[in-house]
């Protein structure tokens, strides 16, 4: 009888233990889960949706100074059904919007509220009249007048923004946009 | 086995807490995306039509209210000539109902705000 109970005892012990250990376990694999799996992939859906969030508020700025530069058509030759930009003013109005829009100084250096971390640089801008399709630097065609800008934006990570810099060995990331804005010459 | 079935009860509850407060960091970043996307259809509009008339600043207005917006103000010219600068400024309350500690969920409210200018080409106003 006596063996019995304490063979009864160590059983339910080891039970017992066995319960605890899993438990255990299972609460050590959650945390592990946590801090390996479940916070980096976040984070980095996260950091994405941001920086695309980014470009896209880039994109729409660029766009919207592209289509500014309308103002710059030789109306002249627009009634001669030729299209033709004054180069200077096209290029003013150009600089004069994307100061504006993405709030930089005349130098290019942005403000405190703008998207950009650091001197903003213009790339390329062309001005497409005539001899379409033409293919601009970044290899779409145009069959269109057209505007095509490249503007380089530096941005810096929202998340984990010091682990992310110092794995690329960067001050920022360049964010390069590009973008071909149809002009609408007969409104 | 019933201490193993407690354990599993509470890392789900704690896991799916955890997935519901992630997800709903993405709702006011897809409200903005939304008020941006609204914003510059206006704006387009403006540049087209010299400013922002009424029936287009009560269109944006209405699209921004079922958009979850609230204390909306809208700051445009509604008249411009040819190569006149046009800036549509829009400011908005975004609220939302998100989960701030296990079993808590409180409103939070965040003013959000769009400004674009670009240049008026209509000819004859």
């Known amino acids: ?39 980096p992939v976040f984070s980095t859906v996260m950091e ?140 | 086995m019933p201490a193993r079935a407690v354990v599993t009860g509470v890392i789900l509850v704690i896991m799916i807490s955890l997935l519901v407060y992630f997800i709903e960091f993405f709702l006011p970043l897809s409200a903005k995306a939304d008020l941006d996307i609204a914003c510059r259809d206006s704006l387009l509009r403006m540049e087209n039509g010299g400013g922002l008339d009424n029936d287009d600043r009560s269109e944006l207005q209405e699209e921004l209210e079922a958009a979850g917006f609230t204390n909306i103000v809208i700051n445009a010219a509604a008249n411009a000539r040819q190569g006149e600068l046009l800036t549509l400024h829009v400011e908005g309350d975004y609220s939302w109902n998100r989960l701030t500690d296990l079993f808590v969920r409180e409103d939070q409210v965040i003013r959000m705000m769009y400004e674009k200018t670009t240049m008026s080409r209509k000819v004859v106003n």
Request: with cysteine.
């Open chain 1, 1 to 39: 009888m006596n063996n019995r109970l304490v063979c009864f005892k160590a059983g339910a012990g080891s039970a017992l233990r066995s319960a605890v250990g899993s438990a255990v376990v299972e609460v050590v694999i959650m945390a592990a889960m946590l801090a390996f799996v479940v916070f």
């Open chain 1, 48 to 187: 994405r949706y941001i920086l695309l969030d980014k470009a896209r508020l880039i994109r729409d700025s660029v766009d919207m100074t592209n289509i500014s530069v309308y103002n710059a058509l030789n109306t002249e030759r627009l009634g001669k059904v030729s299209v033709d930009f004054f180069d200077e003013k096209a290029g003013d109005i150009f600089r004069e919007l994307l100061c504006r829009n993405l709030k930089l100084d005349s130098g290019l250096i942005p403000r405190s509220d703008s998207v950009a971390e650091a001197q903003v640089e213009i790339l390329s801008l062309t001005f497409y009249k005539e001899g379409f399709p033409v293919v601009c630097p970044d290899g779409s065609t145009i069959k269109r007048p057209a505007v095509h800008s490249c503007v380089n934006i530096p941005i810096r990570p929202s998340l984990y923004r010091g682990v992310i810099l110092n794995l690329l060995g960067r001050d920022h990331i360049d964010v390069i946009v590009h973008v071909d804005s149809e002009i609408p010459v007969n409104n």
